[in-house]
């Protein structure tokens, strides 16, 4: 296993692009590409290996042993017994490649910046590093110092390179993760000496049982502060803000992984550890997850601005995932982990049609000022109706797979649960359409927005022949994105095998 | 009683290095006068500035060959020399090398040789702080540090806020200085001994506070006294007027080199002499001593340190209100008051006055080419100057305590180290959760900071050039700090080895 070099090798990537001139700017990218290409090739290279081994386990043996691969343990600061421990398992493994794919698509995406590209790329590849790290860390001190080095450079990508607002999005979003990794951090010091102060180990600490009274005071304080980043209702409002001010790449990034962040954390941290804080919160995070679901969507019918509509629609499909993890049943938690690596490519399809392709041309997001676009430019007409497709869970795409599962299993949970996060699916249609429809299709609305865009005679859609059409790396990364969706969709076992074998391990209580 | 003859030798051998600074402080001088009066005010200032870096450098002579040595005591006790306090007297020496490497950049005035003799001058005073063990030694050192100081501040001979911040500190100082012989003399009244370590058993001998309100009297006039030093609430006016109004150089001198001595003094003072009198700060169970009234003060610093600075528009100002915070998360693992409160202290003191005196370097070295050192004097630093910018987010991040930075690690061993002080219960939990709170919200202005230096764009884009050697000395800090984060062990195996001599006391 050499999953651990997709971290070094964008640290790399991050050096070498500090060290490169900054006015070679091609050469920057090119640089940022290769890194993020490497990466990826190196995670799903090992990627396969470990799904060949965990399909052989189960032939063999029926079900899965021990889920974890060993990569690195090695005692890193002897004074809090806390070690450079390094593994994977199915349920990071399917996030460390979205991570991969996210940073190669978001490079390709971000090919048209001009302003501070060596900045940019740097702390870009800072943050996927942390993200890569996060996935990895089975130590709990490390996880969060990973967590905390992929929270930063958010801050400056979004205040430099964001638009709308941008200043007050990135703080609002910087201060929200760090209010919530500030209740991790009370949590983690209060399991590390509840455990007897022996170790940071989260597979040693699973083994340790903690007095339930201490699980039930510490597992809210990890899964609400993760929480905060995936997007949890009611601390979700950082979402819509920064995902609307950021730059394409980086609402890519935020909807696409660093909500995953969240809501690995809740599961890896808070779930693995307090079995008894668990069984004691579950129906309050469902019903929470639910009002997020519902609450998320409904938001979105309203919106104005077509960003706002996907950081709300966001916020809804991370609700799908905390209904699925607290199911607690082996077909709703599979769902909850597979939906979200499809939510991931969704999110950063949608954001990648919003922020590059219509807003980068047209300088508007405005509902009302758009429209026709699907004449001018075509392609990207086709790549929101896939993505949107696959968001509203129509069968054939991922979010189907992943959401239709994780309604089964909210329905042996109780069956008002999943009918009332059901209640989003057709809101859920309806705002992808009405979007859709406002954007591409009515002809009669003047496109171009903005200032010069009232200069245009309303009623022809050939007004805006002046888009400029839609670039080579454009087109790649969202194909990439596309095909993804459509795999995943159609032969599903390829995710969720190692999925279910590792959850089958988490419902059987080993860590 | 026969007096008993001073063995000089001996002394001199043992402080060896403050010796080799004194004398430094004297050639500065002599050299400023004698050759230099008459040149350009560059090359005056570099060229005793350089004098005062070889003199630093070979002061580290003597100590590193006393490093690893057995402990030995000076003249009846008043001064110690082992391998914790050489290694904080090593860190002294890089501190002030640094300050001086600063200094050279930075305008500083006519009285250049005096400036170097009097900032050496402190150092011996600071190193001397390190190693006393006895009251009116540690007065006696404590006063040649702030004096210095005080004289440091007001170098800005033309400038008003330089004089008032001077007037300021010396007024604010020497009340503190008063308020601590008022202590002391307390203490010395009840337990009648000056040596920490005979208080600590004449303290035992009388079963504590219970038995002696002179006793707490002293206690709480010795805190009050070095509260001022520290600069915590509520004994912290004079820091923001201080930091903002002394040349930069020298607030990061004040920041750090004496920061470093007083915390370390006052670790000392309370672990050792003030041993049998902790008294209790865990939640619900407050129980009169010291810890109590620590507790308290650490909240206040955190809380109001940290909403202070959200409201500063000048960069020194900012970093004053910082540093009061930073007083309060260092009272954390003195309240602690265990092995592992006292190697975490001494560890955050080294990453703290590392941090800030990169910080106050970046500082000193962009604003006398930006025109000032409010925050829009810094806009678009990132493009201008974007080497020092770089230091300055790895400083200002280490500050706001983000990993993988020393900021991070060292609070995070502070906070462990008082949640493990009483793990059943939780009982510091309290202050722990209001450290963590309040570093969320100091994490907005050091942002803000940030902002300026990255979001927003200069008015004036020229690029700013800074002399290499400068560049190199604050790239190693910066290093110093991301190595003290990535990778502590050395350092803090170090720290906890020699922190045995500290804490022997509180062991019963």
Not at chain 2, 97 to 113: E, K, P, Q
Request: charged residues 10%.
């Amino acid at each position: 296993m050499q999953v651990d070099w997709t971290i070094y090798l964008t640290f790399l990537g991050v050096g070498l692009i500090l060290l490169l001139p900054r006015d070679s700017k091609n050469l920057i990218r090119w640089v940022a590409l290769l890194t993020g290409v490497a990466a990826l090739l190196v995670a799903l290279k090992d990627y396969f290996n470990y799904n060949d081994w965990v399909n052989a386990q189960i032939s063999a043996h029926g079900a899965l042993q021990d889920g974890f691969i060993q990569i690195v343990n090695v005692s890193w600061i002897p004074a809090i017994n806390t070690n450079y421990h390094l593994a994977v398992d199915g349920i990071s493994y399917p996030l460390i490649v979205l991570n991969g794919f996210v940073c190669v698509t978001g490079i390709l995406f971000s090919w048209n910046i001009e302003t501070r590209v060596k900045e940019f790329f740097a702390f870009f590849l800072t943050l996927i590093a942390g993200v890569y790290g996060v996935f990895m860390s089975m130590d709990l001190f490390l996880l969060f110092v990973f967590y905390e080095l992929a929270i930063i450079p958010k801050y400056f990508v979004i205040a430099i390179w964001g638009s709308t607002r941008k200043e007050y999005g990135a703080m609002k979003l910087v201060l929200y993760s760090f209010v919530g990794s500030a209740l991790v951090f009370i949590g983690i010091l209060a399991v590390y000496f509840s455990a007897g102060g022996q170790t940071f180990d989260i597979l040693e600490l699973a083994k340790h049982p903690i007095a339930r009274d201490v699980q039930v005071w510490v597992f809210p304080l990890i899964f609400v502060g993760f929480g905060v980043l995936a997007g949890m209702w009611p601390f979700h409002t950082w979402a819509p803000t920064g995902h609307v001010a950021a730059p394409t790449a980086a609402s890519m990034l935020l909807a696409g992984v660093v909500m995953k962040l969240g809501s690995y954390g809740c599961f890896r941290a808070a779930m693995l550890l307090f079995p008894q804080g668990l069984e004691h919160w579950r129906w309050w995070i469902a019903w929470i997850a639910v009002i997020g679901i519902v609450y998320g969507a409904g938001v979105a019918l309203v919106q104005k601005d077509f960003k706002f509509i996907i950081g709300y629609s966001s916020v809804s499909h991370m609700g799908f995932v905390l209904l699925g993890l607290a199911t607690l049943n082996l077909i709703g938690m599979s769902g909850a982990i597979l939906q979200m690596f499809s939510h991931g490519i969704v999110a950063s399809l949608l954001f990648a049609v919003v922020g590059r392709m219509v807003y980068d041309r047209t300088h508007t997001r405005q509902l009302d000022e758009l429209g026709g676009l699907a004449k001018v430019i075509p392609f990207a007409c086709v790549t929101f109706v896939i993505g949107g497709a696959a968001s509203m869970g129509m069968p054939g795409f991922s979010g189907f797979v992943a959401e239709y599962q994780i309604l089964v299993g909210a329905f042996h949970m109780h069956p008002i649960l999943a009918l009332a996060a059901g209640l989003s699916i057709p809101l859920t249609v309806a705002y992808i359409l009405n979007a859709n429809d406002k954007v591409f299709m009515e002809q009669d609305q003047p496109a171009g927005g903005g200032g010069h865009g009232h200069d245009h005679q309303a009623g022809s859609g050939e007004s805006h022949p002046a888009l400029p059409p839609i670039t080579p790396p454009e087109r790649v990364a969202a194909i990439i994105l596309m095909a993804l969706l459509v795999i995943v969709g159609v032969y599903p076992s390829i995710m969720l095998n190692m999925i279910k074998a590792n959850v089958q391990l988490f419902l059987r209580g080993a860590p | 009683m026969m007096p008993v003859p001073v063995p000089y030798f001996e002394v001199l051998k043992g402080l060896g290095a403050e010796v080799i600074l004194t004398l430094t402080a004297f050639i500065a001088l002599t050299l400023d006068l004698a050759s230099v009066r008459r040149a350009d005010m560059t090359v005056r200032s570099r060229t005793i500035g350089t004098a005062a870096v070889v003199g630093l450098l070979a002061s580290i002579l003597p100590l590193w060959q006393q490093l690893g040595g057995p402990r030995t005591v000076l003249l009846g006790g008043t001064l110690a020399v082992d391998d914790l306090i050489i290694f904080f007297k090593l860190v002294i020496v890089a501190l002030a090398v640094i300050t001086v490497l600063i200094s050279m950049d930075y305008d500083i005035g006519r009285h250049v040789g005096e400036y170097y003799a009097v900032l050496l001058f402190g150092a011996v005073g600071m190193m001397l702080l390190i190693s006393a063990e006895e009251l009116i030694t540690i007065f006696v050192a404590l006063e040649l540090t702030s004096v210095s100081l005080y004289i440091l501040t007001a170098f800005h001979k033309g400038e008003l806020r330089s004089q008032e911040a001077a007037v300021k500190y010396f007024m604010f100082g020497a009340i503190s200085s008063a308020f601590l012989l008022f202590g002391l003399s307390y203490v010395f009244g009840v337990t009648g001994t000056t040596g920490l370590r005979a208080i600590q058993d004449a303290v035992k001998h009388t079963g504590g506070l219970g038995m002696s309100p002179l006793l707490a009297a002293g206690l709480l006039f010795t805190i009050i006294g070095f509260g001022f030093k520290v600069a915590i609430v509520p004994f912290h006016l004079w820091a923001p007027d201080a930091y903002e109004g002394a040349p930069t150089p020298v607030t990061a001198y004040i920041a750090t080199g004496s920061k470093v001595a007083s915390f370390f003094i006052l670790l000392k003072v309370l672990f050792i002499g003030f041993a049998g009198l902790q008294g209790s700060a865990y939640w619900g169970n407050f129980a009169s001593g010291w810890t109590m009234l620590l507790a308290i003060t650490a909240a206040l610093s955190m809380i109001l340190g940290n909403c202070a600075a959200i409201v500063q528009h000048n960069v020194k100002r900012l970093l004053a209100y910082s540093s009061i915070a930073h007083a309060g998360y260092i009272f954390i693992g003195l309240i602690a008051a265990t092995r592992m409160g006292a190697t975490s202290v001494l560890f955050y003191i080294i990453v703290y006055a590392l941090t800030n005196l990169g910080a106050f370097g970046v500082v000193a070295a962009l604003s006398s080419r930006a025109g000032g050192d409010e925050m829009q004097n810094f806009d678009g630093m990132a493009k201008r100057a974007p080497f020092l910018s770089l230091l300055m987010l790895i400083f200002v991040l280490s500050l706001a305590g983000i990993p993988p930075l020393g900021g991070f690690f060292g609070k995070f061993y502070l906070f462990a180290s008082a949640v493990q002080k009483d793990a059943q219960h939780f009982g510091l939990l309290w202050l722990v959760v209001l450290g963590i709170v309040m570093s969320a919200v100091s994490l907005y202005y050091y942002l803000i900071l940030l902002k300026h230096f990255y979001v927003i764009d200069a008015s004036d884009p020229s690029p700013i050039i800074t002399p290499t050697y400068l560049n190199v000395a604050l790239g190693i800090v910066a290093l110093a700090v991301v190595a003290l984060g990535v990778y502590p062990k050395p350092i803090l195996e170090l720290l906890n080895t020699f922190s045995y001599s500290v804490v022997a006391g509180l062991v019963r």
